[in-house]
């Protein structure tokens, strides 16, 4: 499934790691566009300082590398035939359109109104839901990316973190009890 991963889902680490761990492991073929990735690069500045933003853009060239087919452009005036609640929205929706994205990974499932996209064929799904249903198909896999992910926060934390608490904090609590 082709999703534009929104920058509400590329901000908060956890759920950024297990929604990227699951497309590494081939589940899902991530897009974004240069105004999502610096949408977390920004975030990350107003919430951490400097020090976060500079670690989000490395982390940016990281899954530039990694993904060399995830950046998508969109022609500006392709969006004026667009409709959205929230205008400042409606880029994403076009960066999906460009890519032939068939989902928007977001927590801001209200801003992505069912009837504004299903004439474009593409749907706005919660991570949680994206991963529970992943974790439906392929549990291995899933299952491997989110203990990866677990193993990652507990070395950099310096303490056991239990998962389902973790993954409760990521917005993600169907995914948290079909593990649990």
């Known amino acids: ?19 990227l761990g699951v497309a590494r492991a081939g589940l899902i073929a991530p897009l974004w566009s240069d105004r999502l990735l610096e949408e977390w690069a920004r975030t990350a500045a107003r919430h951490g300082g400097a020090a976060d933003e500079a670690l989000a853009r490395g982390e940016i060239a990281a899954l530039s590398a990694a993904f060399p087919g995830a950046r998508i452009a969109h022609d500006p005036a392709a969006e004026a035939a667009l409709w959205l609640p929230d205008a400042g929205d409606i880029h994403v929706l076009a960066t999906a359109l460009a890519g032939g994205a068939e ?4 927590l801001n499932l209200r801003d992505f109104p069912r009837s504004e996209l299903a004439p474009h064929g593409v749907e706005a799904v919660h991570p949680d839901a994206c991963l529970s249903a992943l974790w439906l198909q392929r549990p291995e896999a899933v299952a491997g990316v989110v203990a ?16 389902r ?16």
């Open 1 to 19: 499934m082709k999703a534009v991963i929104d920058a509400c889902v590329l901000y908060p680490t956890v759920l950024r790691e297990i929604v």
């Open 103 to 106: 989902a928007i990974i977001t």
């Open 148 to 163: 990866g992910v677990q193993a990652t926060a507990e070395r950099l934390s310096g303490e056991a973190l239990a998962l």
């Open 165 to 180: 608490p973790l993954l409760k904090r990521a917005r993600l609590p169907r995914l948290a009890k079909a593990l649990g």
